[in-house]
């Protein structure tokens, strides 16, 4: 089975300070994604990557940036957290684009539920 | 821009009903639809995933159906229980992408009562 694990379940962090969210996959997979989970708001996509140092921005990446230097992990950066960076942040991983065995399933992690106080 | 509704955003049913909840997307140029269950406060656990030349995938009790040309997918639950309970979110796939950036609706919270 993929297992896509997320370093910490809950996180509270002041104001200003840095912040990373680390993301593991374990199924070699290409492509990994960070979003972040608002009620009323959905799931909106912040970063992906889909090879090792290779990133795009997705719908939502102000105050956020990423890192992918080896490829099962991926981490996303909070430079200085706001307070309206609060959410539940997701990690997915998936196959590349045209290997069609599994059809290229996306699969999450646990979750983390940062509080920025 | 791709746009993913899902109604109703709240159903309610009685154990052992079945049920059926709907996905409906804008642009039908995608490359997969896929069907996640997530439970409060969790990540998301997919449950099936429909390739755009497919019409359905099944497991289990849960049936997805694909209608391409008319932009809707449903998800159909069979003699449902209390432990699905949950929110059912879609993802559409589109096909221009080769990283897999998908837009999700924003999920039917399910209630099956005793």
């Known amino acids: 089975d993929v297992k896509v694990t997320q370093s910490s379940r809950y996180l509270v962090k002041r104001t200003g300070e840095k912040v990373f969210l680390e993301c593991v996959q374990d199924m070699d997979h290409e492509n990994m994604f960070w979003y972040r989970q608002d009620p009323g708001l959905g799931l909106r996509l912040i970063y992906f990557s889909y090879d090792v140092k290779m990133k795009e921005k997705g719908d939502i990446p102000e105050g956020y940036s990423v890192s992918r230097e080896k490829k099962e992990r991926f981490s996303l950066i909070l430079e200085s957290a706001s307070t309206n960076q609060t959410s539940m942040y997701l990690c997915?991983?998936?196959?590349?684009?045209?290997?069609?065995?599994?059809?290229?399933?996306?699969?999450f992690g646990p979750g983390t539920r940062l509080t920025v106080l | 821009k791709q746009e993913v509704t899902q109604i109703p955003a709240a159903l309610s049913v009685p154990e052992g009903e079945n049920l059926v909840l709907n996905c409906s997307f804008t642009?039908?140029?995608?490359?997969?639809l896929q069907w996640f269950r997530q439970d409060p406060g969790k990540g998301l656990t997919s449950l099936l995933l429909?390739?755009?030349?497919?019409r359905e995938q099944t497991s289990g009790r849960l049936n997805a159906s694909l209608d391409k040309s008319s932009g809707r997918s449903t998800l159909y639950i069979a003699a449902s229980q209390p432990g699905d309970s949950a929110t059912y979110l879609c993802a559409v796939r589109p096909e221009d992408t080769n990283a897999g950036k998908s837009t999700f609706g924003d999920g039917t919270t399910l209630t099956v009562k005793p």
């Open positions: 642009d039908s140029a995608i490359y997969n």
């Open positions: 429909i390739q755009s030349s497919q």
């Open positions: 997915a991983s998936s196959l590349g684009y045209g290997i069609a065995i599994t059809y290229n399933e996306q699969f």
